[in-house]
Nanobody
């Protein structure tokens, strides 16, 4: 059974930093792109950042210059370093990854369970 497990969320003051991690586990043949989405109360889920298997990255305009996405392919893990956090960054953050579980199946997108990030004084 393939799963994504996030960690690193919590409560932080404005201007502070947090680092989220997401590890993929199970029987995995290959991992394509990995990314982070977030959903604030009453809002739609939105893309925060994405990183391809070739390490190309893309960010939401609202987090450019403050957040950095990276991955460790040896550990099937993606990270999100969040600096200069603002109250409007408060949301549940979800990990997302496109994975192939065996040579007979196509690419399937998986979601983590989410981790809460709260930015407040």
């Amino acid at each position: 059974q393939v799963q994504l497990v996030e960690s690193g969320g919590g409560l932080v003051q404005p201007g502070g930093s947090l680092r989220l991690s997401c590890a993929a586990s199970g029987s995995i043949f290959s991992i394509n792109a990995m990314g982070w989405y977030r959903q604030a109360p009453g809002k739609q889920r939105e893309l925060v950042a994405i990183i391809t298997s070739g390490d190309s990255t893309n960010y939401a305009d609202s987090v450019k210059g403050r957040f950095t996405i990276s991955r460790d392919n040896a550990k099937n893990t993606v990270f999100l370093q969040m600096n200069s956090l603002k109250p409007e960054d408060t949301a549940v953050y979800y990990c997302n990854a496109g994975m192939v579980v065996n040579r007979y199946t196509g690419l399937t997108w998986y979601w983590g369970q989410g981790t809460q990030v709260t930015v407040s004084s």
